[in-house]
């Protein structure tokens, strides 16, 4: 027959330290009340879905992260700063074809060389829905946090003047930092 034997201090302390280390690794796994929104997109009803998501999220508690990457960056720049002295050829090219901030911005489909985002403006507005402005505004008094890619801006030629002031200028690791411990993920 077997007897047991009382475990020792010095066991039930190791046993103790062991559990310890495990649920502090379960805490690290575990998702926080936070959501983390990737911005690719330069498309007007493609920000404002991603406004919609991100306030929505922010209103209802999630800590809440937009990182805007390429195209996205467009809507972070504020009206009339682009300037296009001391760029490259190819970076002037791409200030001129992208966005200029959020007011030029076309829609994915159907834009008919901007009448679609006016179409689309028009209709919002009769519906009393926020505007894309608006919805921004919105996001950051929820305490939207935005974060420009640092890569992106590189590659794209857009200087940190040219963004918004309240901006946040992050690499994709400082995404990534975000969207470890989030319980949605999003990428429009």
Do not use: Y
Request: proline residues 2%; negative net charge; contains cysteine.
């Amino acid at each position: 027959m077997t007897t047991l034997t009382e475990p020792t201090t010095a066991e039930l302390v190791r046993q103790i330290e062991i559990l310890r280390s495990e649920i502090a690794e379960l805490r690290e796994r575990t998702p926080q009340d936070k959501a983390a929104i990737i911005v690719f997109s330069g498309d007007l009803d493609k920000l404002l879905a991603s406004l919609v998501l991100a306030t929505g999220a922010a209103a209802s508690g999630l800590e809440t992260t937009m990182f805007f990457t390429f195209w996205g960056l467009s809507a972070l720049k504020k009206k009339g700063a682009a300037a296009l002295s001391g760029r490259t050829l190819k970076e002037k090219m791409f200030a001129v074809m992208t966005p200029s901030s959020t007011e030029s911005m076309g829609v994915s489909k159907m834009n008919f060389f901007g009448v679609g985002a006016s179409m689309l403006r028009t209709m919002m507005k009769e519906k009393n829905v926020s505007s894309v402005e608006e919805m921004m505004a919105m996001a950051r008094d929820l305490g939207v946090k935005m974060i420009a890619c640092t890569m992106s801006m590189d590659v794209m030629g857009v200087e940190r003047e040219q963004l918004a002031d309240d901006v946040e200028l992050g690499g994709v690791a400082a995404f990534m930092a975000e969207a470890a411990h989030a319980r949605v993920s999003l990428f429009l």
